[in-house]
Nanobody
Framework: QVQLEESGGGLVQTGDSLTLSCVAS????????VGWFRQFPGKEREFVAA????????YYADSVKGRFTISRDNAKNTVHLQMNKLKPEDTAVYYC???????????????????WGQGTQVTVSS
């Protein structure tokens, strides 16, 4: 069982930056694929970014490419999502997730992930 704890959400203005962090329990963090998803009210959870295991292979949704950066610190069992140039349409609940045995072609699918954080609200005002 892996537990995830997110932090860093909040209220910001358009163009601001924000960093989300997610700390995971367990000893095998470096072997996991880590991902960030977000959910708009009344919508399904959508993919934001992922890093496949610790190979340095990162993936981004087109809507955040060039603005968001996913990174991980295996020594601290932590994954970050650096969000720059935030827009009102980025307003959502953000979730971190871990996949223990995902393959690269599935990292954008919520169903590939085994454990989820509780979510953190990000609100971008116009």
């Amino acid at each position: 069982q892996v537990q995830l704890e997110e932090s860093g959400g909040g209220l910001v203005q358009t163009g601001d930056s924000l960093t989300l962090s997610c700390v995971a329990s367990g000893r095998a963090f470096r072997t996991y694929t880590v991902g960030w998803f977000r959910q708009f009210p009344g919508k399904e959870r959508e993919f934001v970014a992922a890093e496949f295991r610790s190979y340095g292979h990162t993936y981004y949704a087109d809507s955040v490419k060039g603005r968001f950066t996913i990174s991980r610190d295996n020594a601290k069992n932590t994954v970050h999502l650096q969000m720059n140039k935030l827009k009102p349409e980025d307003t959502a609940v953000y979730y971190c997730a871990i996949a223990q045995r995902a393959i690269a072609s599935t990292v954008q699918r919520p169903t590939a992930y085994d454990y989820w954080g509780q979510g953190t609200q990000v609100t971008v005002s116009s």
